[in-house]
């Protein structure tokens, strides 16, 4: 049986379509778009394991936004003060170090961490260009210097995603997400780059687009959206398709070279 640890955003959402018998979860300050069997805080992580387990589930995916959490110390209840150390730890690690070490407590605990795409294959779109508009030479250089940026804010375990115009570097993801930068940039062409960090794990935190993505790019004034192939997340791909064509913009699905 599986387990969806649910957060904000459109992609528990997308896993559960036509999917049955599944146990949805989801962090006290983080309500996603689905119903919820159980809501649990941080400090009783030790007691949600026991409790999963004692409803039969052998796998767990995590899928939404989740901001770290502030622990208080007086509600850890006992079942949690083993896993103390490892989720500190994991609190002021960088986002990447936090979901490994949260990915780490649940297999330690013997359940089988599933990632979202493996689930919903068709949320990774396959390499190409589905718009009717295609990358020219400005925007495949663009599509190098994304990769060069997105190479650094991995290995400071900072965004996913970033904004290209010729050969300046407009916007980083920050902590807000990518539509909140998308919405501060006002171009004349260029590219949103997204995809995953140097070295990711790409069971959890695998970078999104959707509809609104597209709705901000085009906002932005910028010419399309670049992403690497198998590492980026697409929600309602025909409909951010049919946004895209509809103001003359690109989406390429590239694969990810060396730089």
């Known amino acids: 049986m599986l387990a969806l640890i649910a957060g904000t955003g459109a992609l528990p959402a997308a896993i559960l379509q036509g999917r049955n018998g599944v146990y949805v979860c989801a962090m006290v300050g983080f309500v996603p778009e689905v119903p919820v069997d159980l809501t649990f805080r941080i400090e009783h ?4 394991l026991a409790h999963l387990k004692g409803q039969g589930i052998s796998e767990v995916c995590f899928a939404g936004a989740v901001k770290r959490p502030r622990i208080d110390p007086a509600a850890i209840d006992t079942a949690t003060l083993p896993l103390v150390p490892v989720v500190q730890a994991a609190i002021a690690a960088g986002d990447d170090g936090a979901l490994r070490a949260i990915i780490g407590i649940f297999e330690d605990a013997g359940f089988q961490v599933r990632a979202a795409h493996e689930l919903a294959r068709e949320l990774l779109p396959v390499a190409g260009v589905p718009t009717r508009r295609k990358p020219d030479a400005d925007m495949m250089a663009e599509a190098v ?41 006002k171009a004349t062409g260029g590219v949103l780059f997204k995809g995953p960090k140097p070295n990711q794990d790409r069971r959890a935190d695998l970078p999104v687009i959707g509809v609104g993505t597209a709705q901000g790019v085009i906002a932005a004034g910028l010419d399309g959206i670049v992403i690497e192939a198998g590492g980026v997340i697409v929600l309602d791909l025909p409909e951010v398709v049919e946004i895209l064509d509809g103001a003359n913009k690109v989406l390429w699905v590239r694969p990810r070279t060396e730089v």
Request: aromatic residues 0%.
């Open 45 to 48: 992580l030790g007691s949600v």
């Open 145 to 185: 210097l994304g990769d060069r940026v997105l190479l650094k804010l991995g290995a400071l375990d900072r965004g996913q995603a970033c904004v290209i115009s010729g050969d300046a570097l407009l916007a980083e993801e920050g902590p807000e997400g990518t539509d909140a930068m998308i919405a501060g940039v």
